[in-house]
C-alpha cells in the first residue's frame, strides 16, 4: 500500500469537496467562536463571583459571634475603615447584594449568548451537517 493509501486510512483530513463556506457562513462561524469564548470567560467570572460572594456570608457569620462592642475592619476601596457591629454588617449587606446583582448580570448574559449561539448551531449544522463541530470537547 502506498504512503498516500495509508494516511486515508488512519483518518487523516481529507477535504470534502461538496461542502462550499460563503462569506456569510463564514462569517456565522466566527460569530459562534466568539460567543463561544465569551460564554467560558463569564463562566470563569461566574465562579469567582460565587466565591466572593460565599467570602461574604461566611464573613457575615463571623462578625455575629463578636461582641457588640468590637471596632471591625472593612475593605472599602483599598482602605481598611473600621466601624462597630451593627455599621459593618449594613455594609457587608450592601456589598452582597451588590455581588448577587453582579451574578445575576453575568447569568443573564451568559443565558443570552447561548441562545444565540443555539440559533447559530441549527443554522450551521443544517447547513454543514456533520462536516462541522461546533460542540466543546469537555
Do not use: C, W
Not at 462561524?29 to 470563569?44: G, H, P, R, S, T
Amino acid at each position: 500500500m502506498s504512503a498516500k493509501a495509508d494516511s486515508k486510512a488512519m483518518g487523516t483530513f481529507q477535504p470534502d469537496s461538496d461542502v462550499h463556506i460563503t462569506y456569510e457562513d463564514q462569517k456565522k462561524i466566527n460569530k459562534f467562536a466568539n460567543y463561544n469564548a465569551k460564554v467560558e470567560d463569564l463562566k470563569e467570572e461566574l465562579k469567582i463571583k460565587q466565591n466572593e460572594l460565599k467570602n461574604l456570608e461566611e464573613a457575615g457569620d463571623e462578625i455575629d459571634l463578636l461582641d457588640d462592642d468590637v471596632q471591625i475592619p472593612f475593605l472599602i476601596g483599598e482602605v481598611f475603615i473600621s466601624h462597630d457591629q451593627s455599621k459593618t454588617l449594613e455594609l457587608l449587606a450592601e456589598a452582597k447584594d451588590k455581588k448577587r446583582k453582579e451574578i445575576a448580570t453575568i447569568q443573564k448574559t451568559t443565558k443570552d449568548l447561548q441562545q444565540q449561539m443555539t440559533e447559530l448551531k441549527q443554522h450551521l449544522y443544517g447547513r454543514f451537517g456533520s462536516n462541522i463541530h461546533l460542540e466543546n470537547d469537555e
